[in-house]
């Protein structure tokens, strides 16, 4: 028998059970068994009729997205679907958990199905950049209103069953033991004509009704519909003028097609990716009890921390001035305030979680955290000083963090004098809504103090990612790699907002000249004075930056920067001014302006952010190339659909660009091939 499939037999119905933890993943040996159990559920006399259901917390979440890079395998998920669905007894699937994808597809294959309160089923595949390929098209619209099955395959979002019951996702709730129901039930089948779900086609009665929807959803998906989106509202158009089987190969040619793009690839990655990054080194021990959070600072970023941590149940306690005291509880209450207007959480939540915040002008109040998290203004002495204070007040083991986001984490550590307990979580701003968090592990932190940062970090709903102690870490490292890019592009000729342009055009929301002016030209040069780089040798250094600031032009807090602002506006105005400094730079070193392609900005900029994640995986401040992939996207705005700067330029062939980057080092090391590239391409361009 399967191991990953196993068949008892109880009262006469088969129990086919999926064991293939953690989430019941629908790999090849899984399919194989189910094809197994139900050629073994046709043959044999004994058994009238089956039950599907999933081992333990889930019934089956999809097909196996690891086995999607490899060429597909038999049988393939349609022919389990098929085999489920023309079996001559009846077969009932008994879901609890996430029926998702594939999983759901099986289920719709069935002859019924059943679901405890609280499952959830859904046909996410639109969030990998594929859609359903096992019928998903086909029999949704069989079972359920075209408007429901084409918000469900196109949301991507999963449905509460029992909430949505009388939409038809599933036949029946089950309040007490599953397996218990579902043989009955399925008993209740048995001697009766079965109508498998292809066969139907009730929900086709209205035909001019189901196309008005086919069509609305075709004018609201657009022009500019990727691809996965216009193949599923053409396979659901389809599905009741094809016949059914022609309607399956059909979906199947699409989802096949699907599977190669660059777009899935990459979105796959990401998926695999996040789950690796965010768990903690297999070797660290139990994480520490954390159920109070003390953190200093009441501004935007410890009110956004404060939020996250209030969510996820922890009772939070501010520390503030005592003239800012209110001015935090209103800037908390405000976040709150909003959510609330705007029907994501109700007043009573917003009373729940608020009554667990406290604030507190005295540094004493932090006696009974179990961490404790700064995030005051990233000033070295302020920090070391209130570390001093911390530590005189934090109980034994109260794990210490800072939000720093370039500080020397080894030195505050030091500060603090309990460097075991220290750890710097590194949250981006708005802080309640940006997932992206680097723990930034540093020289004697504590394996425990590790444990318990990750646990926390994914307490409260972020992707901790580990870095070592290093400027700027992982994601600001990458940044800065970008934006000397950009500003060597600049320089060479192309405008703010040429580069802007292509970088948008490439999937950033804004480009780096429109971010640079939204968050303050002066903070990047503070930087820049500091780490000294006008003056660091065999690097080229552009002044535009430095000339902007000279010329009081901060971006959009003195109404210009790179850009012009109206008087209350946001929107970046082309300014003479401005192309009047960078002509003026650009002359002072001789340069001549050359035209420069959106594609060329596109490929310089990529093949900076993935040599700088190379050299981050050189020093090993990164463990991996997705945990670079995972930051950028959540914390830095890199389109999830490139799949991050490596997995991008590993898709786009720039890791065979080798011999450009190694051309232009010979001029400027910031340019200087990481190993982790060399060895990239030496294996096969793969990092
Ligand atoms: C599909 O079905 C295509 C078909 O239409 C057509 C085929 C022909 N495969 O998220 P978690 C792993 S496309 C492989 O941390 P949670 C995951 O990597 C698929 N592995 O747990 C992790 O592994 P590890 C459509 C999978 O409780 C572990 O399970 N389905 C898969 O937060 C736990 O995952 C989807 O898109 C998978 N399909 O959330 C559903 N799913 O422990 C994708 C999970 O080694 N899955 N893993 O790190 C999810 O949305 C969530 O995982 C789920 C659980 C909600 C199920």
Not at 450 to 475: D, L, M, Q
Not at 659 to 677: C, H, M
Request: some cysteine; glycine content about 10%; aromatic content about 6%.
């Amino acid at each position: 028998m399967s191991e990953v499939v196993k068949v008892s037999a109880r009262d006469g119905v088969a129990v086919v059970e999926v064991c293939n933890p953690p989430v019941n993943a629908l790999s090849q040996a899984v399919r194989q068994g189910l094809v197994d159990a139900m050629a073994r559920v046709a043959s044999d006399d004994g058994i009238q009729a089956a039950i599907l259901i999933g081992a333990g917390r889930t019934f089956p979440a999809g097909a196996d997205i690891r086995e999607f890079d490899a060429p597909a395998q038999e049988p393939h998920l349609p022919d389990v679907c098929n085999a489920i669905e023309n079996c001559p007894k009846p077969v009932v699937a008994c879901l609890h958990g996430t029926a998702l994808g594939g999983g759901y597809e099986i289920a719709l294959a069935a002859h019924a199905r059943l679901a405890t309160p609280g499952t959830r089923v859904g046909l996410p595949e639109i969030g990998l950049g594929v859609m359903p390929g096992a019928g998903g098209t086909q029999r949704l619209p069989r079972l359920v209103a075209v408007e429901d099955a084409l918000s469900m395959i196109l949301s991507g979002a999963p449905v509460d069953a029992a909430k949505t019951r009388e939409k038809g996702y599933v036949d029946g709730i089950v309040e007490g033991d599953l397996a218990s129901a579902g043989i009955t039930f399925a008993k209740s089948l048995v001697g009766k004509p079965l109508k498998p779900v292809g066969a139907r086609r009730e929900r086709f009665s209205d035909g001019f009704g189901y196309q008005a929807a086919v069509d609305a959803a075709r004018r609201e998906a657009g022009e500019d519909a990727s691809r996965a989106r216009r193949a599923i509202i053409d396979c659901i158009e389809a599905a009741p003028l094809l016949p059914f089987d022609q309607g399956l190969a059909l979906e199947r040619d699409h989802f096949l097609e699907l599977r190669e793009t660059v777009e899935a690839k990459a979105l796959r990655h990401v998926f695999l990716a996040t789950r690796l990054a965010v768990k903690p080194r297999p070797d660290l021990p139990e994480p520490a009890n954390v159920s109070q959070v003390a953190i200093f600072g009441g501004g935007l970023m410890g009110s956004g921390i404060t939020v996250s941590c209030l969510d996820a149940g922890f009772s939070v306690i501010v520390i503030e001035q005592p003239e800012a005291l209110e001015r935090t509880r209103a800037r908390v209450g405000g976040i709150y305030d909003r959510a609330v207007e705007r029907g994501r959480l109700s007043p009573q939540m917003r009373d729940e979680r608020l009554s667990r915040l406290s604030v507190d002008a005295e540094k004493s109040a932090i006696a009974s955290a179990d961490l404790i998290l700064e995030a005051v203004p990233d000033d070295r002495d302020l920090k070391a000083q209130l570390f001093r204070d911390i530590a005189a007040h934090a109980k034994p083991g109260a794990i210490l963090a800072t939000n720093t986001s370039y500080l020397d984490v080894d030195d505050l550590a030091e500060t603090s004098g309990r460097p075991q307990d220290f750890v710097g979580l590194h949250f981006f701003s708005p802080a309640h809504v940006q997932q992206a968090m680097e723990v930034v592990v540093g020289r004697e932190t504590s394996a425990l103090t590790e444990a318990t940062a990750f646990a926390f970090g994914n307490a409260i709903k972020k992707k901790p990612v580990r870095s070592e102690n290093a400027e700027g870490f992982i994601g600001n490292r990458v940044l800065t790699a970008y934006r000397r890019a950009a500003d060597y592009l600049l320089e060479d000729g192309a405008s703010p907002s040429e580069i802007d342009a292509a970088m948008r055009a490439f999937g950033f929301k804004m480009g780096p000249y429109q971010v640079l002016d939204m968050a303050g030209l002066d903070i990047s040069w503070a930087r820049r004075k500091r780490l000294g780089e006008a003056t660091a040798e065999g690097t080229r250094y552009v002044r535009i930056g430095d000339a902007m600031c000279e010329a009081g032009r901060f971006g959009q807090k003195t109404a210009k920067g790179y850009y012009r602002y109206e008087e209350g506006s946001r929107t970046p105005l082309t300014d003479p001014e401005a192309t009047a400094i960078i002509d003026r730079e650009r002359a002072a070193k001789g340069v001549t302006p050359r035209e420069i392609s959106s594609e060329e900005i596109q490929r310089t900029c990529l093949i900076a952010m993935m040599n700088e994640g190379g050299k981050l995986l050189d020093e090993s401040v990164a463990e991996r190339a997705g945990d670079i992939d995972i930051l950028m996207i959540l914390g830095l705005g890199f389109p999830r659909e490139k799949g991050g700067p490596m997995k991008a330029a590993e898709l786009a062939g720039l890791l065979g660009q080798l011999r450009d980057l190694e051309t232009w080092s010979k001029e400027d090391v910031f340019w200087t091939p990481s190993k982790a590239l060399k060895n990239a391409v030496k294996n096969g361009s793969q990092f």
